[in-house]
């Protein structure tokens, strides 16, 4: 009989191969079952038993440091493993359901990190966001649902702050998604005390030009980011908001008056990974598709900056002037007109949305 960690050690194995962002273990009265994210579908893999996926969970959590006795309330933890001779970080988070846990883990390549021209779909969003590094203090924020590709898009642009503005980096993460040693990275821990508002305090006192915060959860850290950005730093930061106006009315139910954000808010970008058409293939991918791993995805951009912001800000004061920017919904449509992804996309991310 295979042991438990063997079990999910073979489980993590067959999702690094195939490519896979996320390991979902959904609790059934009758054999959970093991289901993977690959390129934003689920697909079916394992049926285990309620043994296996209950003693599988209580491993995983306790090699995250997780309370393993505790399966009333959510937990959240990460690792970091080696897996097919690659380095892989897993961000866990776990549910109580009706029948058990249900138990979902995040995986984070090691990869080296890719130029902004890239990871967009188009050149020109990619030279703006670049231009934006060169602000000396202000706030850029990136929004989006989680796998939108965020976190990807702020390192591609912190290693070019670091190596063509020579620019000093330092990161707040949780976890750190991707170790490098061009900038200074700070592992947020909640249970040790370091929070991000903590550890934004302590990095304004490092001497930094450029400071990344992994996400805005509350007022204080909004706060602490907002003052960071008047007293002459740039922060890069994240939230998960619908578009890039969304940014702006969450900024304010966090207590950031108008002037603050008027004076602070440089840019604001909205964005998702649309699947590209394979150029090989009409519809489903071959074998060969696969085995080549052609890249597959590529990110798109709504950005708001400049007069765009500034008439998303009097919108959002009340005045009546509809703002007039180019939004995601006309960069997907863009897409699709010149036949670099399959209208399937426009209806998964702007009607489903609309909807």
């Known amino acids: 009989m295979e042991s438990i960690e063997k079990t999910a050690e ?14 979902h273990i959904l ?20 049926m285990i038993t309620q043994d296996e996926s209950e003693r599988m969970i209580s491993h995983l959590k306790f090699l995250a440091s997780m309370d ?7 937990q959240s933890g990460s690792i970091t493993m080696k897996i097919d001779n690659k380095t892989i970080g897993l961000r866990l988070s776990t549910l109580p359901a009706s029948f058990s846990e249900s138990l979902v883990i995040r995986l984070i390549p090691q990869q080296n990190i890719l130029p902004l021209e890239q990871l967009s779909l188009f050149g020109n969003t990619a030279n703006k966001l670049m231009a934006l590094l060169k602000h000396s203090h202000g706030m850029i924020i990136f929004t989006g649902p989680t796998g939108s590709g965020k976190t990807t898009t702020l390192y591609s642009l912190l290693h070019h702050a670091k190596e063509m503005i020579k ?9 750190i998604e991707n170790v490098s040693e061009q900038m200074l990275q700070v592992q947020i821990n909640e249970k040790a005390g370091i929070s991000y508002s903590v550890g934004l305090k302590a990095a304004l006192r490092h001497d930094p030009d450029i400071i990344m915060v992994g996400e805005i959860r509350d007022a204080e850290t909004a706060q602490i980011a907002v003052r960071a950005a008047l007293t002459g730093h740039l ?18 139910e966090f207590g950031i008056n108008w002037i603050e954000i008027e004076q602070t808010l440089i840019a604001v970008t909205a964005q998702r990974l649309v699947e590209l058409k394979c150029p090989f293939c009409q519809d489903a991918c071959t074998s060969e598709c696969h085995v080549h791993k052609r890249n597959k995805r590529a ?13 998303v800000l009097k919108a959002a004061k009340g005045d009546q002037a509809r703002p007039n920017h180019r939004q995601l919904k006309d960069e997907i449509s863009k897409a699709v007109a010149f036949g670099y992804v399959k209208p399937e996309e426009y209806d998964r991310w702007v009607h489903g949305h609309e909807a």
């Not at 393993?68 to 959510?74: H, L, N, Q, S, T």
């Not at 922060?235 to 304010?252: C, E, N, W």
């Not at 990110?299 to 008439?311: D, F, I, R, T």
């Open 27 to 46: 609790p059934r009265k009758e054999s959970p079952l093991v289901q993977f994210r690959i390129d934003n579908k689920l697909y079916p893999q394992d």
């Open 167 to 175: 620019r000093n980096v330092i990161t707040l993460e949780d976890p």
């Open 299 to 311: 990110s798109v951009y709504e950005l708001l900056y400049g007069k765009g912001l500034v008439q």
């Open 235 to 252: 922060i890069l930061t994240t939230m998960h908001t619908r578009d890039a106006k969304g940014a702006v009315y969450r900024l304010l």
């Open 10 to 23: 073979r489980i993590l194995t067959h999702a690094v191969r195939l490519d896979a962002s996320d390991i």
């Open 68 to 74: 393993i006795g505790e399966k009333r309330r959510p």
